[in-house]
Nanobody, 128 residues
Framework: QVQLVESGGGLVHPGGSLRLSCAASGFTLEYYAIGWFRQAPGKEREAVSAISVSGANTYYADSVRGRFTISRDNAKNTVYLQMNSLKPEDTAVYYC?????????????????????WGQGTQVTVSS
């Protein structure tokens, strides 16, 4: 059974850091592209970051570029999102998602409907 489990969310002060983890089970992430999305109350789900199968290509939304870093550890079957210099507007539920990408190791995907499997989400709250 394919499953993604996010962890690492919580309450942090503005300027603080968190590292989100997305652990996969039931399959190996080695041939899957990964995306991180977030959804704030009353807003649509948006792509935050994405990484290709090879790990060589990454995407960041303008709002997080330079502050967030996505990485993958295929040996641990886990993807990470390091979030630094957090702002109150980063407050949201963060989701990881994955899809097969056997034929394009350099591709990343930024649309929610391009992904097949989703985690349950982890809450990130940035507040003083």
């Amino acid at each position: 059974q394919v499953q993604l489990v996010e962890s690492g969310g919580g309450l942090v002060h503005p300027g603080g850091s968190l590292r989100l983890s997305c652990a996969a089970s039931g399959f190996t992430l080695e041939y899957y592209a990964i995306g991180w999305f977030r959804q704030a109350p009353g807003k649509e789900r948006e792509a935050v970051s994405a990484i290709s199968v090879s790990g060589a290509n990454t995407y960041y939304a303008d709002s997080v570029r330079g502050r967030f870093t996505i990485s993958r550890d295929n040996a641990k079957n886990t993807v990470y999102l390091q979030m630094n210099s957090l702002k109150p507007e980063d407050t949201a539920v963060y989701y990881c998602a994955t899809r097969k990408a056997f034929y394009c190791s350099a591709c990343y995907y930024t649309a929610a409907d391009q992904y097949n499997y989703w985690g349950q989400g982890t809450q990130v709250t940035v507040s003083s």
